[in-house]
C-alpha cells in the first residue's frame, strides 16, 4: 500500500465516527423538533457544529499537500474540538435521561463513544 493510499485509509477511518456524530445529531433536532423538546436542541446544534468542525479539521489536513509530519498538529487540533464535544453529548445524555427520554440519552451515549472512537483513531496516528 502506498503512503497515499495509507493516508486515504486513514482519512476514510477518521470519517466514519464524523458520519455516526453528525447523523444522529441531526436526526436528534428533528425529533426535538417533532416532540416538542425544543430545550434539548441548542445543545445538539452545539454537538452538530462540533462534528462539523472536526469534519473541517479532517478535510483540511488530509488536503493534497499533507503530509505525515503534520500529524502531531492534526492529532492535537482534533483533541482540542472533540473532548468538549463529548462534554457537551455526556452532558445531554445525562439531561435526556433525567426527562426520561432513554432512547435520544443512548443517541448522545453513541456519539459521545464516536468521538472517544475517533480521538483513539487521532491517537494512534501521532508520531512516537
Known sequence: MTDNDQLAHLRHELL???????????????????HGFLDCVPALTEINT????????????????FRSSSLDHFAARIESQAE???GQAKELAHRLRSAGQNSAA??????????????ALCRQTKPT
Open 16 to 34: 466514519n465516527p464524523i458520519n455516526q456524530i453528525l447523523g444522529l445529531t441531526e436526526i436528534q433536532m428533528e425529533e426535538a423538533a417533532d
Open 50 to 65: 462540533g462534528g462539523r468542525a472536526l469534519h473541517a479539521i479532517i478535510q483540511d489536513e488530509f488536503a493534497p499537500a
Open 84 to 86: 468538549p464535544t463529548i
Open 106 to 119: 443512548e443517541d448522545m451515549d453513541l456519539v459521545s463513544a464516536a468521538l472517544e472512537s475517533l480521538l
